[in-house]
């Protein structure tokens, strides 16, 4: 399996951003897909995941309101719509995967064994 963020850069707090997470190699139906950040200096944490077959969405409280994820199973993408963005959010943010994930499991990202190679949002004051 092979993901590959996209969609970071340069925006200005209050505005959005939209975050793409690719996938190849595997069937992607079966996946859960989420995405963590991690900000300079800060652990990474649990951003939002969309469930594998019926797509289940699952958001942390830092995008509650804010962020929205979807996922299109037939081009094999993940997106996180990100809204009314604060300097907070300035992280790389990673998309992950893991297949038949538990729903215990899909805050942590030790669960999950695939991973993209992350993409920088700023958010400027």
């Known amino acids: 399996v092979q993901l590959q963020a996209s969609g970071g850069g340069l925006v200005q707090a209050g505005g959005f951003r939209r975050l793409s997470c690719s996938a190849s190699?595997?069937?992607?139906?079966?996946?859960?897909v989420a995405w963590f950040r991690q900000a300079p200096g800060k652990a990474r944490e649990f951003v939002s995941a969309v469930k594998f077959g019926l797509g289940t969405k699952y958001y942390g409280d830092v995008a509650k309101g804010r962020f929205t994820i979807s996922r299109d199973n037939d081009k094999k993408i993940v997106y996180l719509q990100m809204n009314s963005l604060e300097t907070e959010d300035t992280a790389v943010y990673y998309c992950?995967?893991?297949?038949?994930?538990?729903?215990?499991?899909?805050?942590?990202?030790?669960?999950?064994?695939?991973w993209g190679q992350g993409t920088l949002v700023t958010v400027s004051s």
């Open positions: 190699g595997c069937a992607f139906i079966n996946y859960t």
């Open positions: 992950a995967a893991a297949i038949f994930l538990h729903d215990d499991n899909y805050r942590t990202d030790q669960y999950y064994n695939f």
